[in-house]
């Protein structure tokens, strides 16, 4: 507790001083409410407590984004790890991504059998030149930094989901709305949830991570905007990040999380920035748009936060300055689907 109250108050003291950008904010909603650490999707309430468990002994936000992208790695979920959802030839393949507030970036993609993508992505941050490695290059990479082949097997959800789907091998690669329950996987799973988390630490410094098996029974080989930067995440030190979940085409075609955190620049607040992004995709194809769920969530570096999306559905998890962790719901486009 002790150390929570001296996190929170070094924050507190340590904020008003930064981020001078974001004083003034000439549109978009304000709230007075501030965030640690945001994540997309009711999973993410677990994971931002993770998260913040290392934010709250003085850990940096890189390290806690790391954590965040470690504890979802490590659970059976439908769309995140090894325990994810397979491409359509039976294979899961991971993409994720780490962003700090310096512009180093890394990411992988197309990676199969390593369980920990995010740790990877930190590695090629860390010890290569490079931003992005992908497929065998990534793994053989992983490997001699010492991460472990696992054993190429589907987790017992991820089997059935895809023996369902290998009765009628329909083709369809859309993300599903969470409202639409004929959309869901025959097993009743969606085919979708990436996550995407964003940290503050008590240096007032943000980090982020992103980490998807992408959408289910893909095409082998296809990513989506998840190991992107500037489309499935991104951090401006200065300013403030950016992560979502959904249709990754169609975010990697407005470059979307580099296009929220402009429009942050501009002193927009996260929520009407995400919002003029998914307004964005809309334009691009409304007709199209109404078949399809992308969701974002934004944060400054003062710790103000937002959230939205094309249809109702896209829930995220909020850690409050006050320690709490709430799901909370994002308001979107369509107010029905
Ligand atoms: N954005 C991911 C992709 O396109 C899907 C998701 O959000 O789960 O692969």
């Known amino acids: 507790?002790?150390?929570?109250?001296?996190?929170?108050?070094?924050?507190?003291?340590?904020?008003?001083?930064?981020?001078?950008?974001?004083?003034?904010?000439?549109?978009?909603?304000k709230s007075k409410e501030k965030?640690?650490?945001?994540?997309?999707?009711?999973?993410?309430k677990e994971v931002n407590e993770a998260a913040f468990r290392l934010l709250d002994r003085g850990a940096k936000a890189i390290d806690a984004a790391e954590e965040a992208g470690i504890y979802i790695e490590n659970q059976i979920n439908c769309c995140v790890g090894l325990g994810g959802n397979p491409d359509r030839e039976g294979k899961v393949t991971?993409?994720?991504?780490?962003?700090?507030?310096?512009?180093?970036?890394?990411?992988?993609?197309?990676?199969?059998?390593?369980?920990?993508?995010?740790?990877?992505?930190?590695?090629?941050?860390?010890?290569?030149?490079?931003?992005?490695?992908?497929?065998?290059?990534?793994?053989?990479?992983?490997?001699?930094?010492?991460?472990?082949?696992?054993?190429?097997?589907?987790?017992?959800?991820?089997?059935?989901s895809y023996k369902n789907w290998l009765i009628e091998s329909k083709y369809k690669p859309v993300i599903n709305i969470e409202n639409q329950v004929p959309d869901k996987l025959p097993s009743g799973k969606f085919n979708h949830d990436t996550m995407g988390t964003l940290c503050l630490d008590h240096e007032g410094d943000l980090a982020g991570m992103c980490t998807t098996s992408g959408m289910a029974f893909k095409m082998h080989g296809r990513v989506g905007d998840s190991p992107i930067i500037g489309s499935g995440l991104y951090v401006d030190g200065k300013t403030g990040a950016a992560t979502g979940s959904g249709q990754g085409e169609e975010v990697i075609r407005v470059c979307g999380?580099?296009?929220?955190?402009?429009?942050?620049?501009?002193?927009?607040?996260?929520?009407?920035?995400?919002?003029?992004?998914?307004?964005?995709?809309?334009?691009?194809?409304?007709?199209?748009?109404?078949?399809?769920?992308?969701?974002?969530i934004a944060m400054t570096k003062k710790g103000e936060f937002g959230a939205?999306?094309?249809?109702?559905?896209?829930?995220?998890?909020?850690?409050?300055?006050?320690?709490?962790?709430?799901?909370?719901?994002?308001?979107?486009?369509?107010?029905?689907?």
């Open 1 to 29: 507790m002790n150390n929570r109250r001296n996190f929170l108050l070094s924050t507190i003291t340590f904020l008003p001083i930064l981020g001078s950008v974001l004083q003034s904010q000439p549109t978009g909603k």
């Open 35 to 44: 965030a640690y650490v945001i994540s997309t999707w009711d999973s993410g």
């Open 94 to 160: 991971l993409d994720a991504c780490i962003m700090d507030h310096k512009f180093q970036c890394g990411s992988v993609s197309f990676l199969e059998r390593i369980k920990h993508p995010v740790s990877v992505a930190r590695k090629v941050m860390e010890k290569t030149p490079h931003v992005m490695l992908v497929g065998k290059g990534a793994q053989k990479f992983a490997l001699e930094e010492g991460f472990t082949l696992e054993e190429e097997k589907l987790s017992s959800d991820a089997e059935e």
């Open 257 to 296: 999380t580099f296009m929220i955190v402009e429009y942050l620049k501009q002193g927009r607040s996260p929520e009407q920035a995400c919002r003029l992004v998914i307004k964005r995709i809309i334009d691009i194809n409304p007709d199209k748009a109404k078949s399809f769920q992308v969701g974002f």
């Open 308 to 337: 939205y999306s094309i249809h109702p559905g896209f829930s995220y998890a909020v850690t409050l300055q006050n320690g709490t962790t709430e799901v909370r719901e994002s308001d979107s486009f369509f107010k029905t689907s």
